[in-house]
């Protein structure tokens, strides 16, 4: 049985090794092979911790106790014997309701680097254990109402596993197979893949909630779905940090390590964890932040009260190049009683209330600039912006959104909105 609070503190959630030889159990086959594989470990390592999982999976809960009720979900790119979602979903898999659970592991032969992979007893000692396969072949791992082992509960123990013909990959067709039989898919997926396991989920029509790259609000495969309300930020996780456990020896900057530290990762035994402060969730599972509505005062009031001194007694710039539009430098001056368009920090993402806000454009989308009204910069304005020392590559056909104050610039990520209902 898992424990939780065991899992919250190591990053894993190992409970019961031996018994029943659960995905959990007997793991110190892999742990020379762990310290040996970290040295050149990649970037898609990155093992989320139990209480990120949890933080978010409550937020979806809040709003709709039932959300996973009745559900299949598919935990792709994971590995019960590594990673903290299949042992969540597992724990969880009868008060949530859940009608069955996959997880689908990926081949150590496909990750980077990992020579000295060796297979841990768990999977030794099973009957299905395949020399040949065991490091060529992904795993798929199932847990189904039935209580296999006939211990009275269902729980990880009763997940029962079996090689995949492939390496796991997510695009592949048996795991594209898994994807159609599931209506929630929930992961961390490698961020190198981030856009093509988007355009994944969205090709396969689940619901989804999964972690990556804050950054990847701005990727042409996400933006179209958050402008059109298909794909939002998680409830949490948003601008703090979220620490990951990495295989042993990985490199993680001394900082890094010592945040994680400080924030309860120390290093043990099969893990060191490091922090990234730009990862967050990003779901279309619905969520009580999206319909809070942000708190803002009037264009009035922030000019009298705003905390920003580019705000207060000086007022909203108006773009050079788009002249109905303000230009709006922090989320929480945002006025709420101007009408017109304004173009804002992506941060706004994290506080997106669809019903306050509607999303117009994103301000590095030349043609979307354009469709919108976005004049071109000119050769005036890119003279008097090299004049003044600016160094970008902006050229007069450009329509990046101008500034003229204090010097002349273009605005830097911005994504253009609308007030909702204006008056
Ligand atoms: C960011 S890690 C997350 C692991 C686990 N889901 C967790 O959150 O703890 C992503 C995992 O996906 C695996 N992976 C990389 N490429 C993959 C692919 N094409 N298909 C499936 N998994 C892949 C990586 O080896 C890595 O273990």
């Not at 847990?143 to 079996?162: A, M, P, Q």
């Not at 970008?392 to 610039?409: K, Q, V």
Request: aromatic share 12%; net charge negative.
């Amino acid at each position: 049985m898992v424990k939780q609070g065991e899992a919250t503190t190591t990053g894993r959630g190992d409970g019961d090794t031996s018994a029943t030889g659960s995905p959990s159990a007997a793991r110190s086959a892999g742990k020379n092979s762990n310290l040996v594989a970290a040295k050149s470990a990649k970037n898609d390592e990155f093992y989320t911790q139990w209480a990120d999982i949890e933080r978010e999976m409550n937020a979806y809960l809040e709003y709709d106790k039932d959300v996973f009720r009745d559900k299949v979900l598919l935990l792709p790119c994971d590995d019960p014997e590594w990673s903290n979602f299949a042992k969540f979903f597992a724990l969880h898999f009868m008060d949530y309701g859940i009608k069955k659970l996959i997880s689908t592991s990926y081949a150590a032969d496909s990750k980077p680097d990992t020579i000295d992979y060796q297979p841990t007893l768990f999977e030794t000692e099973a009957s299905q254990f395949d020399e040949t396969r065991t490091r060529a072949n992904g795993k798929v791992f199932v847990l189904e109402r039935k209580d296999v082992n006939g211990d009275g509960v269902v729980n990880i123990d009763d997940l029962r596993w079996h090689y995949l013909d492939g390496d796991g990959d997510f695009r592949s067709a048996e795991v594209t197979a898994l994807r159609d039989e599931a209506d929630v898919v929930i992961t961390n997926p490698p961020f190198s893949l981030f856009r093509e396991f988007i355009a994944w989920l969205v090709e396969g029509g689940v619901k989804f909630s999964i972690i990556g790259n804050s950054n990847a609000v701005t990727y042409v495969e996400t933006f179209p779905l958050i402008k059109d309300n298909r794909l939002w930020k998680g409830a949490t996780g948003n601008n703090t940090d979220m620490v990951f456990g990495v295989p042993k020896g990985a490199p993680v900057s001394e900082a890094d390590r010592l945040k994680a530290e400080k924030l309860g990762y120390p290093s043990d035994d099969d893990f060191d964890y490091t922090r990234l402060g730009n990862s967050c969730w990003f779901t279309n599972i619905d969520h009580g932040r999206r319909h809070e509505a942000l708190q803002l005062m009037s264009m009035a009031d922030n000019i009298k009260f705003s905390k920003h001194k580019n705000v207060q007694g000086v007022g909203y710039q108006r773009y050079y190049n788009f002249q109905e539009a303000i230009e709006v430098p922090w989320v929480d001056a945002i006025p709420n009683d101007f009408d017109g368009p304004m173009g804002v920090p992506i941060t706004f993402l994290d506080k997106y209330n669809p019903e306050q806000f509607e999303i117009i454009a994103h301000g590095d989308d030349m043609e979307a600039m354009r469709d919108i009204g976005v004049k071109v910069l000119g050769e005036a304005f890119v003279k008097k912006y090299y004049e003044g020392g600016g160094t970008g590559g902006n050229s007069p056909g450009h329509r990046r959104l101008g500034l003229t104050e204090p010097h002349y610039s273009t605005a830097y990520k911005r994504i253009i909105i609308r007030r909702k209902n204006p008056s």
